[in-house]
């Protein structure tokens, strides 16, 4: 739906700059690499770097012209003090505003985004609707999919993918919202059918400076002008005061015992085998059994069939979806070569994520719990420490490694998870590769051995360089080193010890 530089101009309240013409704008892109011929450009000011440093790259690819909190040096700009809160918009309203005409369902919370985000798009598979999907780890419609780059990732790429699901077919979309995402406006635009709130604990603080302007951010999804409804789990302080302030249609939803809420969960058991719990809702009660490993997993769960059914689908046809669900990549996913013992990659990278996790993992193996961490780089610095005492205090060993360092000292970083960690049983072992390694060979029958921190992520950066690594794969190749007379290579397994099922790209 192309507009005109001079609408743009108009609607953004500066002056068409010398040069411009009456052009039509086909597109907009944030990315330099994204810019077509008849692309208005979005040069965006960042923490690192400016979108104009890459403007001669822009230029060269066809951008129109470009907006921006101050001028190119060559392109025609449409100086305005807030790029971002512009970019949004007007990315919906050339693709067709599609969340418009497209119900999408946003989750956020600082852990269980990515887990309820996909037990939504399989409960909607399991009442016959087809679904798009964005998150961290992958962008996907029903007739494609490719690796996502980031949490939330920028306007213009929302409202493609909104655009791109309508178009394949899809009849609801799924979308995780990250605080990041609410505060740099990349949801300005898209509107919720339904905005859900999984809870609330540090982390991001790099970011947002303090757990206040932290929450802030979050509950500005939940905002009459951006969301029809909302589902908020008040198993926390956080999510009790959230449900108390929104002006929203709200519906409730609990997993600790005594919790009143409108839906909760009894009866929860984490096992190897699985995730069973009895779901209570305002239409009755019903079982629900996850191929999903982890304690943590019955409140993603339940936040998912609380949002489901607020939209009118039947929620024992959508658990039964939700059923078929075989892993969420680098949630407590297994890594199995016969070994005799348990294996598992996870994404616990805050003390409350680690905290469920390894107490899921310490009640699962009567042998030792062995513990693979690191912190990343450029992140709340506070939660260091934490990271290496929670670990500590539920395991038996805890192999301190590099994650992604990024800016940052390596030792230094390695040096303040081990600061946490004292009193434990502890080594340091800055190749990760290696301390995987060591993990394994210190492993003995029936212990389970754990790598924390970084889930399905493959990309490993220090400073400006970067590697592959993929915590998956560099389990495998470990578990196959370590017992070479098994046949076969290591596999990833579900909870059920099946083979993941991927949906067809």
Known sequence: MPVTLEEIARDLRCPLPPGAGAGLVTGVAADSRAVRPGTLWFALPGRQNHGLDFEEQARRRGAVAVVSDRPARTLPTLVTAAPRAALGPLAARLHGH??????????????????????????????????????????????????????????????????????????????????????????????????????????????????????????????????????????????????????????????????????????????????RFRAHGPGGSFPVRLRLLGTHQARNALTALAVLAGAGIDPEAAAAGMAELGV??????????????????????????????????????????IVVIGAT?????????????????????VVVT????????????????????????????????????????AARPGDLVLLAGRGADTVQRYATATRHFDDRAELAAALAEHRPQLSGPAAIRTGDGSSPERRPA
């Open 377 to 397: 780089g450029d992140r709340d610095a506070g939660k260091r420490a934490a990271l290496g005492r929670t670990a500590a205090h539920r395991a038996d060993l």
């Open 98 to 275: 599609p969340s418009r005409h497209l119900p999408v369902f946003g989750v956020t919370g600082t852990n269980g985004k990515t887990s309820t985000t996909y037990l939504l798009d399989a409960g909607l598979a399991g009442a016959g609707i087809p679904s798009g999907l964005l998150g961290g780890i992958v962008a996907r419609t029903p007739a494609r999919s490719e690796p996502a780059t980031r949490t939330t990732p920028e306007a213009d790429v929302i409202a493609r993918h909104l655009a791109r699901c309508r178009a394949d077919g899809a009849r609801a979309a799924v979308l995780e919202v990250s605080s990041h995402g609410l505060t740099e406006h990349r949801v300005d635009g898209t509107h919720f059918a339904c905005a859900a709130f999984t809870g609330l604990a540090r982390d991001h603080l790099d970011h947002h400076g303090s757990m206040e302007r932290y929450f802030a951010a979050k509950a500005a999804l939940f905002d009459p002008a951006r969301s029809e409804r909302a589902v908020i789990a008040v198993d926390d302080a956080w999510g009790l005061r959230l449900a108390g302030q929104v002006r929203l249609p709200t519906v409730t939803c609990g997993t600790t015992p005594g919790t009143a809420a409108d839906w909760r969960a009894t009866d929860i058991r984490a096992e190897l085998t699985g995730t």
């Open 402 to 441: 590099d994650e992604s360092p990024e800016r940052e000292s390596a030792s230094e970083l390695r040096h303040q998870v081990l600061a946490g960690a004292a009193g434990g049983e502890t080594v340091e072992i800055a190749d990760r590769a290696a301390a995987i390694r060591h993990a394994i060979a």
């Open 328 to 369: 969420v990549p680098g949630r407590l996913e297994r890594v199995d070569a016969g070994q005799d013992f348990l294996a598992f990659v996870d994404y616990a990278h805050n003390e409350d994520g680690q905290r469920a996790v390894l107490a899921w993992a310490r009640s699962r193996t009567a042998g030792r719990l």
